[in-house]
């Protein structure tokens, strides 16, 4: 009996705004607690919600880049529950006519295109944060209000990796569009994650699990993984009855998802259409200017790179899967470095070097334009490749100039030919035994010789050159 | 009455401190009597402008925020709450001049049409404290009924401005919904909730509204009415209007319990149309689908306890108000909740809750919404026609305080359809049935708040009722 995973996603992710999406209080991460907010966000007596048309705008920019249908007007609904962490307690969300249903996108799983189906996007509030102690709890109204996006998926995901895969591209695209830093080190992001298992014919899905706030995609990966084989588990043992609808949390430290609460029924939060926002018209003329200031979302970029630039689908794939690394390669193309060289720095060195430090592209000292420095003194071959990577190096941890420290280190190629022919000719003539047996055929030899010439120079002979005349005085 | 405070005092004729004295002085006077107000401020904040209003004292509704004093919507569950930001109304005030002496009670969170379960205790009517002032902007109308205070401002969710100026006998103004910022007015029902006055005239209506209207930037169901005057609109030139009222409600036959009060309110609103018609005005009766009628008072209910029930979750006694006792967060919200609130208030949770669930929107919440809808579709279409509707205000005068039957059981409340269609609405007084004072109602179309007013300005010339105070008995 082939066992068939079912995965559908509820993504989280607060939008980047100057204030929270229904009061003037800032929209910011890692404040003093309790020092962003307003009487609305505690829900004072009195106090009204007002829609912030930018988290609106955010929200429907994401929707068009997940080609959503849009509907003619917005409804905000009260999503009502008692709980700490909504002061109002009601939540502000949306339930009748959300910013986007029926969305699509394509996400590459091991270099193929699967489908993704959206069920709907809807823009809400995030909560107050909880922390909770041995006999207390405190709680941060700093996040309660901040804009939060829901972007929730059919199931219609067969496999871990490609729920991964679509969260790392949502992640892309609301990167690219500047609609949030989607920074799951900051909490941005939280993800709940719908397991269920069925038999590959089977037409009816099987019994759905909950996996609540997942906050990381290593731990979605893992909790998938997990709750397949739990799942699994159970079913081969003929215990399939054991798997009920229920809401579990992943423990990290265990790592295994744990039961919360089992949903018997599920909750009735009593939905109705919140009075105080009047129904938003999004007017297609305004549709029309967020789209145009849509920027080439990653996969568009990547084809572009492949088909423009010659690159190959691997490197392109590199480039555009962090927004900040592609913008570096396009700032290079915009410098006039050919865009194979600047691919070929970017993929192996800097991405080597980003990689190994665990920072940001745009945390280096070595810009493009410095990069571009590097790259004129080697075409011009004022300096050897493995000076280039020298220099490289040097610019990253000295954080100085190409020019200083090319003046400052004496990195120069030695492209004289006079002296580059005293310094071969010196060591042919120390090397007797070595030339006959090049002349025997022993052609090896030829590389030993450019080896003394690299070693007498300190690796600075211009490497075409000594080879150019190396060859003509073996003849 | 304000301009001619206002005069005075320019003129110096008076002070605004011996006004302002005089005000508090009487509202001492009054509590153990009235028992209009929750709050007197003695030392009241002044601001100089050049309004009419400026220097004028004024109470203002206890379900107004109000910065710096106790605001407490007469519910146990905000006892001791003080805010710390003014409502939008009362911001506009104050840069009016206006000075706030006092904050006057109400059933309890606007919901109740007595002023008989506000917090602090029944309000009594200044023309005989034995009868209701009606509610729930009861200490209100008690307060500028008594001539405590020239206006009032108060707030209408039913007909929580018009009831109580009916039985108070003076004017109640709720204008178009939106019209006034609901920032800081502890909401009931958002759909309905709107901030209105109580005077004792139209004109002092006019001149208050004027002052506090305007879209707001804290409420997106403000809109702009720069272009709306009223004072200056008040012109009385009405000849050639057309008013209509609804036959099912005016006809005495139509009423199965024929008290003697109703017979004579009906009686003395027949008289009142033909004072319309001496006034050039043209009234004609139409009828109206008696269905739809009743359905009023379920439909309002159903709208009112939904919207209830979600607005005032806020009230856990949490962030502010009393804190309830309790080892766990549900317990403390248990505790405050069920001491804070009076029955008729849980009896409307109830029903909102129930309204609410999912399987029951589509019977009643939806339902309510299309009765609402109906409702709204036909006036609107009367509209068309017609300049308002007029109609009693109430059919009865203000019952006695003992002789209410169920607080709980108010089913005379057509005067709802001005809030189903946030219509502009204005009652004054019109008479008096056994020795207490009676008022008619008029409601227009949305945002023709200039015309109602006007034609309730001319028709108040020709009742003789302007300028009303209660002489009671002492």
Redesign the interface.
Known sequence: MALKVVIGLEMHCELKTKTKVFSKSLNSYNDIPNSCITAIDLAFPGTLPVVNKEAVKKALKMAICLNCEIPEVLIFDRKNYYYPDVPKNYQITQNTKPVGINGKIDVEVNDQLVPITIHDIHLEEDTASLDHYFDYSLIDYNRAGVPLLEIVTDPCIYSPEAAVAFLEHLRNIYKYTDCSEADTKKGQIRCDVNVSLKEEEAKELGTKVEVKNVNSFSNVYAAIIYEIKRQTELIESGKKDEIIQETRRWDEESGTTIRMREKVESIDYKYYVDPNIPKIKIESKWLEEIKAEIPLLPLERKAKYIEDYNLSSYDAGVLVKNKEVSDYFEECLRLGINPKEASNWITSQIMGYINKHDIEINEIFLTPKRLLGILNYLNKGTISSKQAKELFFMILEKQEEPDILIKKHGIEQLNNDDELINIIQNILDNNQSQIDEYKAGKTKVFDYFIGQIMKETKGKANPVKAKEILLSKLK | MIKNLHEKLINKEITSEDLIKEAILKAENSQKELNAFVTIINDPEKQESDSLLSGIPVAIKD???TKGIL?T?SSNT?KD?I???D?TAIKKLKASGAVIIGKTALDELGMGGTGLIAATGPVKNPWNQNKITGGSSSGSAAAVAAGIVPYAIGSDTGDSIRIPAAHCGVVGYKPTYGMVS??????F???LDTVGVLTTSVEDAAIVIDQIKGQD?????SWNSKDINLLESLNGKVKDKKLFYIKEICDINNYQDQTNELVKTIEEFHQTLKKCQELGIEVDEVSFDQKLLDSIYPTYLTIAS??A??NM????G???GPRGKGNT??EM?KDHRTKGFSSLIKRRFVIG?YV???EN?ERY?FASAKVRHLIVNKMNELFTKYDGLILPASCEPAPNVNGIKSIHLRTEQYLAIGNFGGYPSITIPSGFVSDMPIGINITGKIKDDANILNIAYALEQKLGYKNQIAKGEK
Do not use: C, H, V, W
Request: avoid cysteine.
């Open positions: 379900n107004l925020s605001s919507g905000l709450y805010p710390y930001f409502a609901r920032f800081g007015l502890f909401a029902a958002s759909s930037e804290y409420d997106m169901t939904a919207e029930t979600s979750s806020n009230l856990t949490i962030i502010f967060i549900d919200m809750s609410l669930q999912k929107q919440l």
